[in-house]
């Protein structure tokens, strides 16, 4: 399928919309393709500095994102970014379509928020398929230490329809098809030879015990 975005100039008049008629302080871009075609966030950002628009905004995006494409969306009133990490394993970010990310860009990226005052969120997935015990807790361990300035798990979810579940219907991995169980934020709905659905939820909860750890820390470093 073919990529194409809404011209900026519709974006900022939405943004101005929010602004003007709705009383809106803030704006948040829930697009996970925001900043994947950089000429896109660079136009909004461009339009939105035409028109001398003073409201702050945050976005989901990725650690890809070039430092002048950062620059500029700071300028344009950017103070947050959400982008996902999801693994620290670089086998299984190829198996989900991401090997193009290297986690030394991701500590760079965070380094570069940090610098310019943009609050960085990095998400993670416990249980993605090949995942093992020490995967999940390296990415733990990497998680608390790169330094964001809030991090998320969600438990790897097969939702019907994805190459993740056509991949588990294939493999035999499911075990349920209660719909009202595939929820990243609580369930695992998967057994992977080597990694049983019961063990992944174990893990997920140590990980949101980490990220309640250190997403409170970090609020606190913010205050001091």
Known sequence: ??????????????????????GAKQV?????????????????????????????????GDATVSANTLVLMVEAGCIGIKFGVETVNADNLRSVGKGFLKIDQVKDFVAMCSKLGVWSHATYMIGLPGDTREDIEATMKF????????????????????????????????ITRDWT??????????????????????????AM?????????????VRV
């Open 1 to 22: 399928p073919e990529y194409h975005p809404r011209p900026s100039t519709y974006v900022v008049d939405e943004m101005e919309l929010c602004r003007d008629k709705y």
């Open 28 to 60: 948040y871009f829930d697009d996970d393709t925001m900043t994947m075609v950089p000429l896109h966030v660079q136009g909004i950002c461009n339009e939105i500095l035409n028109r001398k628009l003073d409201i702050p905004w945050t976005c989901m």
């Open 143 to 174: 998680a608390v230490e790169l330094g964001s300035d809030s991090c998320q798990f969600s438990i790897a979810t097969p939702f019907p329809g994805t190459p993740f579940f056509r991949e588990c219907e294939e493999k035999g991995w499911l």
């Open 181 to 206: 169980r595939y929820d990243g934020a609580r369930y695992c709905v998967v057994d992977y030879p080597n990694l049983k659905h019961g063990e992944i939820e174990e893990l997920f909860q140590e």
């Open 209 to 221: 015990a980490l990220r309640k750890e250190h997403n409170l820390s970090m609020r606190d470093k």
